[in-house]
């Protein structure tokens, strides 16, 4: 296994661990931060202007040393910049945080190739249970993730380069933010306790909703399920979104006829992994005529690896009949 590979496996050992999150302890008042290290700050003469007013830090939150686990991740808050340097091969800088209220949704993003750095870093959140790897942005390798969180428990951010580069030329900024959800839907899934984890529990689904689901599990599926009458012909549009808004889930969706309610091996009628037509983006857009009568199935699941409550998704269900 090359070491990169089995560094990441490594990481994803610890990553996701309820016994080794330690609980932060938020102080009263956030503001009262304690100073950051100046080991790596500039500490160059300035010209004396005559202004006793304090120089700014070159940002806001200046990564500290030792913060290589969850045990000694640095506590940080919301809407402020975090600068880091990686020091050592494979360095990985965690930091701790608090949601703000009890749930809502929550953005991390981080910089390095679009500041000049030389590396190719990657960013994973944590909180219980739940564990998401984020996605690089279409056009750059800078990686971002919108999830939905709550307060429950503290949430951990670990940013790393993931081919283990290091020296004055691998640098980071990232920023977390409490932010409005990325899209709309009108209804939810009914997937608490897995209901509708195969054609016999598919929920039912009518023209213009839009529904808004979850990959809880590497195993978790998704089914949902329409009718077309006799003689009519229905023009299927499913169009999902999750990853161009900052999802970790890459999506994928399949139409099944009829046949898949008393076979489970029956062949799906279509499928799509992506978006035709617009390299980079993994939210597929699937369009079927159907004219066969009956009951049909949509089947979305996740095409990667991996599944929380952070891999969230939409699917916009249009069904015209002409």
């Known amino acids: 296994m090359p070491f990169a590979t089995s560094f990441i496996v490594f990481l994803f050992g610890c990553i996701g661990c309820q016994s080794c999150q330690p ?31 304090l120089e700014p830090p070159p940002c806001p939150i200046m990564e500290v040393e030792p913060n290589d686990n969850y045990d000694e991740a640095q506590l940080v808050f919301l809407e402020k910049w975090i600068c880091g340097e990686y020091d050592k091969e494979f360095d990985l800088d965690n930091f701790g945080f608090q949601f703000p209220e009890d749930e809502g949704w929550l953005k991390v993003w981080g910089r390095a190739q679009s500041v000049g750095s030389l590396s190719d870093i990657l960013i994973t959140l ?14 750059t390798t800078d990686p971002m993730l919108i999830v939905p969180v709550t307060n429950e428990e503290a949430l951990y951010a670990t940013i790393y380069d993931q081919y ?80 161009s808004e900052g999802s970790p889930m ?7 006829d009829d046949r898949i309610f008393t076979d489970s ?15 980079g983006n993994l939210d597929p857009l699937l369009r079927y005529s159907i004219s066969a009568a009956g009951d049909w199935a949509i089947l979305v699941k996740n095409n990667g690896p991996g599944g929380s409550d952070f891999h969230w998704y939409i699917i916009d269900v249009s069904l015209e009949v002409e």
């Open 23 to 53: 609980q932060i302890d938020v102080p009263d008042n956030p503001d009262n931060q304690p100073e950051p290290s100046t080991e790596n700050v500039d500490t160059a003469e300035t010209i004396d202007t005559g202004d006793t007013a």
């Open 265 to 279: 091996d029956a062949p799906y009628r279509a499928v799509r992994n992506n978006r035709s037509g617009e390299a």
């Open 164 to 243: 283990g580069g290091y020296g004055e030329n691998n640098f980071y900024e990232m920023m977390i933010s409490q932010i409005k959800p990325p899209v709309e839907w009108n209804r939810n899934e009914t997937d608490a306790l897995g209901e509708n984890n195969s054609p016999a529990g598919a929920e039912t689904v009518e023209d213009g909703e839009i529904i808004f689901g979850t990959s809880s599990t590497n195993y978790d599926t998704d089914w949902f399920k329409f009718t077309v009458n006799e003689g009519e012909t229905v023009q299927v549009t499913l169009e999902l979104t999750a990853f």
């Open 126 to 139: 944590d909180q219980g249970s739940n564990t998401a790897v984020s996605f690089a942005q279409a056009g």
């Open 250 to 256: 890459d999506p994928i969706v399949y139409l099944y």
